[in-house]
């Protein structure tokens, strides 16, 4: 797996996210997460277009980092899913507390 960060406009952090997100590779997602996080970035943007595969250790970490942003006002937005994962997602049932958008300019919007 392979993450590169940018800072975008309105402070927003774009994280694209680049392979699987499994129970190894998750920590470094979490990692990605919780230093912007850190930093003071509390409004991020995953770009998961070329994330083929995303296990529970990953749902999680992008749980985790949701809920920091949100008690800091910020939120957390997913953009780019396949069919796959946005599947994982919706049977999580994430689809009901995080945005999952189709394109990075959906996802930009209201922020």
Request: with cysteine; glycine share 8%.
């Amino acid at each position: 797996m392979r993450i590169s960060t940018s800072i975008a406009e309105n402070e927003v952090a774009v994280i694209e996210v680049e392979g699987e997100v499994d129970a190894h590779t998750a920590r470094t997602l979490d990692k990605a997460l919780n230093d912007l996080l850190a930093q003071g970035h509390i409004r991020l943007a995953l770009d998961v277009s070329q994330v083929g595969f995303i296990s529970s250790a990953g749902l999680r970490a992008v749980i985790y980092a949701h809920r920091e942003a949100l008690q800091h006002g910020g939120q957390v937005k997913l953009f780019g899913l396949n069919a796959q994962v946005r599947r994982v997602f919706e049977m999580a049932g994430l689809d009901e507390c995080l945005a999952l958008s189709d394109t990075r300019q959906e996802a930009m919007a209201g922020w």
